[in-house]
């Protein structure tokens, strides 16, 4: 990889922002030098962090020659053309998962990718968390025979932590299937390595206060034989961090105490008070702090994961692989990340800077945004749908995306 900097410049300083905050931070290949933000807050802060340019119109930011790459961590219903004028201004680009709100736009930013030369990488998403990368290793190497089945669970409270209008309407890409069902399809198509012939789903509005899809659960079979169980519920009471140590999303230990929380601050604030606290936790307000990168002995995850194979079981924890064989139960230990979110980071780096491959790339990308939509279909069909008939209904090709793998 060549020595020099990638020159990033960032779109969206909230709450998705503050999370790679550190790992970007941290990562000597690259420097931050310019943000778009409409809130003048939180632009003029990061100018002065960063001795960054801050810009009020992104077209202009798009056509400065000194930034090389963009991080697109806006509201999902902005990332596709946002996406696309950053191509067409010659940008390699991250985008946030999920890489857009349907699959005709998710294969316009695919082809526009390709067309312009450019990286498109999908991320951060906790595909590439480092315990789903070493699982998928230990996989594909063989030794523990085929794998037949995951099941992967997540119970939060993902619908009651404060939320922008867009995040809870469906037709913004709102709700937990294209938020939350982009990070769990991408974890287990990663382990399973195969592409996905069908889905069968049910997906739940069950709060008339909320209501955005919360929930869902799905059935997906792949082309080589095996199948996939994912469930996630946003509305959850259980929190399934239990089930893995007691570790948060973002690889933290839970605080004691910290019962029902959300749900309380919310109904605290009230309907008004909503928008106020979700402020608090993007970047420009002194009340909120990305996570301090240090003492991060755990990575992040998404709930409970089991990949069962023809020898072996594999569980997933934030620090381990346990591997659960027909003689014996050892546990495959795992490095502490660098920073959060390091490896997403690095990935993108190489890609732009060094012409490596993304793991997920725009095509992996388009397929997991397929996979969301068929979801959505599956429930709304009360059937089984196929991948190719969701990318039929778009007027797309799916074998022009490469993304089926
Ligand atoms: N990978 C993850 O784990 C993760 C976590 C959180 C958010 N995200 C993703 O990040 C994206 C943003 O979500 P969030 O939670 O940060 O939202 P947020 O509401 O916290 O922040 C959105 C930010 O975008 C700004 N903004 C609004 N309109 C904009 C526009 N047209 N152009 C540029 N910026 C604009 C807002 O002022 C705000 O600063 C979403 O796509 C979400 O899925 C990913």
């Not at 990332?79 to 696309?84: D, F, P, R, S, Y």
């Not at 050892?330 to 732009?352: C, E, G, Q």
């Not at 725009?362 to 397929?367: D, L, Q, S, Y």
Request: aromatic fraction near 6%; charged fraction near 20%.
């Amino acid at each position: 990889m060549e020595s020099r900097q990638l020159r990033l410049a960032i779109i969206g300083l909230g709450r998705g922002f503050m999370l790679t905050l550190p790992g970007l931070a941290a990562h000597p290949g690259v420097r931050i030098v310019a943000a778009f933000d409409p809130r003048p807050d939180a632009a003029q802060q990061f100018s002065r962090a960063y001795a960054a340019r801050a810009f009020s119109d992104l077209r202009t930011m798009l056509a400065a020659s000194d930034i090389d790459a963009v991080y697109i961590a806006s509201p999902h219903e902005f990332h596709a053309e946002q996406c696309l004028d950053a191509l067409q201004a010659g940008k390699h680009v991250l985008v946030e998962k999920p890489m857009a709100i349907n699959l005709r736009e998710a294969g316009r930013m695919a082809e526009a990718a390709l067309a312009a030369g450019r990286v498109l990488m999908v991320g951060p998403s906790h595909g590439l968390d480092a315990p789903v990368i070493r699982a998928a290793e230990l996989i594909r190497s063989g030794e523990l025979g085929r794998i037949r089945l995951v099941t992967a669970l997540n119970f939060t409270d993902f619908l009651y932590r404060p939320r922008r209008p867009s995040e809870l309407d469906d037709s913004s890409g709102g709700g937990v299937v294209f938020s939350q069902g982009a990070h769990q399809i991408d974890v287990v198509r990663r382990l399973v390595g195969q592409p996905i012939a069908s889905i069968r789903s049910t997906t739940g509005v069950w709060d008339p206060a909320r209501k955005a899809q919360g929930a869902y659960t799905a059935f997906l079979a792949f082309e080589g034989g095996a199948a996939a169980t994912l469930t996630y519920s946003g509305y959850a009471h259980f929190d399934s961090d239990q089930l893995v140590g007691n570790i948060n999303e973002l690889g933290r230990p839970k605080a004691a105490g910290g019962y029902g929380e959300a749900r309380r601050r919310l109904a605290d604030a009230g309907a008004t008070g909503e928008a106020a606290l979700k402020q608090s936790r993007m970047y420009g307000l002194a009340s909120a702090a990305s996570p301090p990168a240090h003492d991060l002995l755990h990575h992040e995850h998404f709930g409970f994961l089991l990949a069962s194979c023809e020898r072996a079981d594999l569980r997933l924890f934030p620090d381990r692989i346990e591997i659960s064989s027909n003689t014996e139960q050892r546990d495959d230990v795992l490095k502490p990340p660098a920073a959060p979110r390091y490896d997403a980071i690095d990935a993108f780096i190489r890609a732009a800077l060094g012409g490596e491959q993304p793991v997920q790339d725009a095509g992996w990308g388009v397929e997991t945004v397929a996979c969301c939509e068929a979801i959505v279909q599956s429930a709304a069909l009360e059937r089984e749908v196929t991948i190719d008939e969701i990318f039929q209904a778009s007027e797309l090709s799916r074998s022009n995306f490469n993304g089926a793998r």
